[in-house]
């Protein structure tokens, strides 16, 4: 194929990330169930414990909201390491590697995917949440900063997965690992109910999850954050939005070599 190294790996990269693209209009079935499950949760929450949780200051729905937005991209995430396990069990990747094409744009591609597939979640649970009562109550720059920021944490877990995926290559397995991440990430959080109302090791971890942070940043760039809501000494909480973006950056600066690395070794 004509065309520089640069040329030639954006393309790369585009055909793999519309490989997976297309396999989902094909399995549609991954994006209902995909979709289903953080409204279960809106629903759950709002109308089955929301009535026996109280937020000082601020509408439980509208506390909720960003807890749920987090929570989604986090789990939408993960199918990068299950699709790219999978790929490694099925030997679509074996195909992959007779073809003169770049290897990495095959994980560009897993990561992109996930990526549009957080952006459907993200657009489904915000229109669920104004269904249920929630709104924005800041400008639209600081809304679109919250979704921007959503998705540049969701883009770096998404590597976080694809090296577990990689490493463990069985997808029955990487889905059971993935729930020994995330359960503690989400739910030892900020993500449904005050941070300060855990109990105290439970709460140091949470102020120091940057699952709450980027709960926390989004509350506030949605203007959904109770009065006092970070009235704590963690420096996370009371600088979100750093935290998260240097939290994205490291796991990027990590992750990716580390996929592409592993991904080189496997291909040998």
Known sequence: MPGTPLTRFVSDGSIATWRNLKKITRVP???IFTLIQPIMFVLLFTFVFGS???VP???YTSFLMAGIFAQTIVFGSTYSGSAMAQDLKDGIIDRFRTLPMNGSAVLIGRTVGDLVINVLS??????TGLIVGWRVESSALDFIAGVALLLVF?????WVMAFLGLVVRSPEV???ASFLILFPLTFISNAFVPSENLPGPLRAFAEWNPVSALVQAARELFGNAPAGSAATDAWPLQHPVVYVLLFAVAMLVVFVPLSIRRFATLSR
């Open 29 to 31: 079935d991954i994006l």
């Open 52 to 54: 026996s949780i109280t």
């Open 57 to 59: 200051g601020e509408n």
């Open 122 to 127: 993200l657009v489904v649970m915000m229109l």
């Open 154 to 158: 969701s883009y770096a877990f998404s």
């Open 174 to 176: 990487i889905n059971n």
